[in-house]
């Protein structure tokens, strides 16, 4: 009996290869196929079932994570006000667009050619959410609000404090805008900027 199923897969194989050839298609799911059995003349029907782990799946096209792209959101503000306040041109270059870049480059070097100093300290985000973004499944620009607690003050050579003030914790409204670059580069960069002080 065992030696008759051997021979009953081998001809499932064989009828299988068959369609393929004549047909050009694969039997579907549970089609059946008639086999007789070569040593009883008894007529046998199986359906073809597919083995589930070989069936591909469609690929799912990406979508936009809003929560995932918030969290990376408030890690680049947090870098690019850190990098600013204390002047690191290398770790604000790949993340602001060449336009918004110039702009904070300038105002460092204003600081550095006067001798004036920034004590900057970002307290705490206290909230971050999505103000607008561009149409399609995956945005390539996205503008978002930061409400923030910081302390910024501006001292001159002689540490004489020219504005801010060491003690006090100001709460910050930004408005940055995220874009993906275009020439096939993947990561996002702040291409504008807008910041006041929210008054209690």
Known sequence: MQAEWIILTIIVVLVVSKLISVLGREP?????VRLISA???QVLEMRLIKDKKTEKKPKQAPSFNEEDFLMGAKMAFNAVVEAFAYGNKEALK???SQKVYEAFV????TRQKN???MEFSLIA???SKVLQKSDGQLPTKVTVEFV???MNVLKDKEGTVLEGDPILITKVLDIWTFEKEPKGRSNWVVTATKSEA???
């Open 198 to 200: 929210l008054h209690a």
């Open 115 to 117: 001798g004036q100093k």
């Open 106 to 109: 300038a105002d460092i070097e």
């Open 94 to 96: 790949p993340l602001l």
């Open 28 to 32: 579907v799911q549970g089609e059946k």
């Open 148 to 150: 923030s607690e910081q």
């Open 125 to 127: 985000i206290d909230s």
């Open 39 to 41: 040593t009883s003349g």
